[in-house]
């Protein structure tokens, strides 16, 4: 059974410009979620995802946004990059709330 | 608010020894409690998980406990190896409101042959 898939793993932007970072949930999973990992900020709630609509939105700008598609693959994009948005970007699926979350390899986005 | 804290913060011990890591939250209405394992630069992988009904589960020489009404949980490893280094995280996934995972800053294991 695959995994969750998280494309690309490795981004080097400029600053200003902008990223979209993918990831395909485990087959069946409909719940979709994004963290942030920092070393000073530790993992961070980005945004939630369940059946192409988002259900919760963490405390980051308008900058980060999301969706997710009808075949539940999600993406996330962020604009205007800042060198402080230099992080290890995380996806995770699972199947209902009472199911543990189940994380990609992740995608290393470093802004200079 | 959820707050998620994990104690130590880092831990050194020798191969072979048993070590208990600490994991406290703050709000006890959660659906379950995760144990993660992140290697350098990779993802995680999930160790266990207990949901808020149980007391334990355990995995091999893993052992994860929760107490809700205390607001604690603990991952019991038995006979280190040096393969167990790697930072460990605990997550609560909250049961009200925005079902999120909230981790804590994560306990960073090496273990000495």
């Known amino acids: 059974k695959a995994g969750v898939t998280q494309t690309p793993r490795y981004l080097i932007k400029t600053r200003g410009q902008q990223v979209t970072l993918s990831c395909s949930p485990i087959?069946?999973?409909?719940?979709v979620s994004w963290y942030q990992q920092t070393p000073g900020q530790g993992l961070q709630f980005l945004f939630e995802?369940?059946?192409?609509?988002?259900?919760n939105k963490g405390n980051f700008p308008g900058r980060f946004s999301g969706r997710q598609f009808s075949n539940s693959r999600s993406e996330m994009n962020v604009s205007t990059l800042e060198l402080g948005d230099s992080a290890l970007y995380l996806c995770?699926?699972?199947?209902?709330?009472?199911?543990?979350?189940?994380f990609g390899s992740g995608t290393r986005l470093t802004v200079v | 608010k959820q707050e998620v804290t994990q104690i130590p913060a880092a831990l050194s011990v020798p191969e072979g020894e048993n070590l208990v890591l600490n994991c406290s939250f703050t709000d006890s209405a959660i659906y379950n409690l995760q144990w993660f394992r992140q290697d350098p630069g990779k993802g995680l992988t999930s160790l266990l998980l207990i949901q808020s009904s149980q007391r334990e589960q355990t995995s091999g020489r893993l052992n994860a406990s929760l107490d809700k009404s205390s607001g604690r949980s603990t991952l019991y490893i038995a006979a280190s190896q040096p393969g167990d280094s790697a930072t460990y995280l605990c997550a609560a996934r909250d049961q009200g409101g925005s079902e999120k995972l909230v981790f804590g800053k994560g306990t960073k294991l090496t273990v000495n042959p």
């Open positions: 995802y369940f059946s192409e609509t988002q259900r």
């Open positions: 995770a699926s699972s199947l209902v709330q009472t199911y543990g979350y189940t």
């Open positions: 087959s069946g999973h409909r719940s």
